[in-house]
Nanobody
Framework: QVQLVESGGGLVQAGGSLRLSCVAS????????MGWYRQAPGKQRELVAH???????NYADSVKGRFTVSRDNDKNTVLLQMNSLQPEDTAVYYC???????????????WGQGTQVTVSS
């Protein structure tokens, strides 16, 4: 079993910052990509940021220049630093990780439970 636990969400005023953290634990041989999605009320889940095991990153256009994704491979952790937050960033944020649980298993996507980020105007 693999578990992803997120922390760091909350309420912040527009222009403020938050940092989300997600730790993967359990039966893990290796982790490929990690990252964050978000889902606002009435909208589809969308990719926010993605980081490969070698550190290559990809961002949604709406967060480029404001959000930074990073990871600590030794701690199986992915972080999302969110600056200059705007009301449109309000959503539930979900972390994910592509995990190999054994040496012969394929990679599977695992998800965190979600953490609420609310930005007030």
């Amino acid at each position: 079993q693999v578990q992803l636990v997120e922390s760091g969400g909350g309420l912040v005023q527009a222009g403020g910052s938050l940092r989300l953290s997600c730790v993967a634990s359990g039966r893990i041989v290796s982790i490929s990509s990690m990252g964050w999605y978000r889902q606002a009320p009435g909208k589809q889940r969308e990719l926010v940021a993605h980081i490969t095991s070698s550190g290559n990153t990809n961002y949604a256009d709406s967060v480029k220049g404001r959000f930074t994704v990073s990871r600590d491979n030794d701690k199986n952790t992915v972080l999302l630093q969110m600056n200059s937050l705007q009301p449109e960033d309000t959503a539930v944020y979900y972390c994910y990780a592509e995990v190999r649980a054994t040496m012969i298993a394929p990679y599977y996507n695992y998800w965190g439970q979600g953490t609420q980020v609310t930005v007030s105007s």
